[in-house]
């Protein structure tokens, strides 16, 4: 398994940008996917975007065109740039992996708040 640890959330006007980070500890030669994941409050957990080891992305509607996920394998981190933000942006945004083999990982969250 690997350990997971999200950074650069914060609170932003609508229509800013912010970058998060997710730097993994242990194996990360052995993560197929790696995605985040976003939760806002009284609501499902909800995919925001994947990147495989081969580089290929897949985002929810909601976010495609101003959300780009991107992965350094030499670093062992994964990020998420976000820009043009909007108020139903705010959310715990979660980091999450899943191994080649069997099992998945998730950091701790951090929280993304977009003030209108």
């Known amino acids: 398994q690997v350990q997971l640890v999200e950074s650069g959330g914060g609170l932003v006007q609508a229509g800013g940008s912010l970058r998060l980070s997710c730097v993994a500890s242990?194996?990360?030669?052995?993560?197929?996917?790696m995605g985040w994941y976003r939760q806002a409050p009284g609501k499902q957990r909800e995919l925001v975007a994947v990147?495989?080891?081969?580089?290929?992305?897949n985002y929810a509607d909601s976010v495609k065109g101003r959300f780009t996920i991107s992965r350094d394998n030499a670093k062992n981190t994964v990020y998420l740039q976000m820009n043009s933000l909007k108020p139903e942006d705010t959310a715990v945004y979660y980091c999450?992996?899943?191994?080649?083999?069997?099992?998945?990982?998730w950091g701790q969250g951090t929280q993304v708040t977009v003030s209108s």
């Open positions: 999450n992996a899943v191994m080649i083999i069997a099992g998945s990982s």
């Open positions: 242990g194996r990360f030669s052995s993560i197929n996917l």
């Open positions: 990147i495989n080891r081969g580089g290929s992305t």
